[in-house]
């Protein structure tokens, strides 16, 4: 049976004064495509002009905006996974490498949700942003650390409506770790199905 999964991530992997404490991967799991992009094409509807041919993002939208995507998800067939890493755990010596953190990070959430789905092929649809050597680099670590047959598509935020939905979710489970509030959280949490918050689970050995 064919799935996607929707991944995005919210913080930073800098270690500077100004940097996030959290570094949060979230992904959505689906069975068809179409039900994520409903949710963001029904809200963005209902926005003023304006809005309505910008990419919608947790950052910049108003708390309605937050609640109605959040809701809409959580009304919806689909199941969260998330990880979310206080970056005190990295050792020193691994605070100039945000590649190799970020991939490690990626790939520990994912053997999480297909440990039990070798022969189903997944399409895994994250965010475009890193450069085309780190992409060829990012897509035979991930299909050597995971045992689904995955079809990797690295998509334009701007243009990827399940991109955006996960966006929120990142959002809603960072807020929640930066600041104790969980008042968008507390909308999708019923729909959480593995959680990876604790530097034991997170870099366990493979």
Avoid at 77 to 87: E, F, H, P, Q, T
Avoid at 136 to 152: A, E, H, W
Wanted: charged share 25%.
């Amino acid at each position: 049976m064919l799935k996607y999964i929707f991944l995005d991530e919210s913080g930073d992997l800098g270690f500077t004064p100004k940097s996030s404490k959290y570094f949060i991967v979230a992904c959505i799991c689906v069975d068809e495509e179409k039900i994520v992009n409903r949710c963001i094409k029904t809200v963005r509807k209902g926005l003023s002009k304006k809005y309505k041919k910008t990419e919608l993002k947790f950052s910049n939208s108003s708390k309605t905006t937050k609640r109605r995507v959040l809701e809409c998800i959580a009304l919806k067939n689909v199941s969260i996974s998330y990880l979310a890493l206080n970056k005190g755990w990295i050792h020193s010596h691994l605070r100039n490498k945000k590649f190799v953190i970020h991939n490690y990070m990626i790939a520990q959430l994912l053997s999480e949700l297909l440990d039990e789905a070798s022969n189903n092929k997944t399409i895994i649809v994250i965010d475009k942003f890193l450069p085309y050597k780190n992409i060829v680099d990012f897509n035979r670590y991930i299909g050597l650390k995971t045992p689904s047959v995955l079809d990797i598509r690295h998509e334009s935020s701007h243009g990827s409506n399940g991109i955006q939905a996960v966006d929120f979710i990142a959002g809603a489970i960072h807020l929640k770790y930066r600041t104790n509030d969980e008042s968008f959280y507390s909308i999708i949490s019923n729909k959480v199905n593995v959680s990876l918050d604790t530097r034991e689970n997170i870099f366990k050995k493979r």
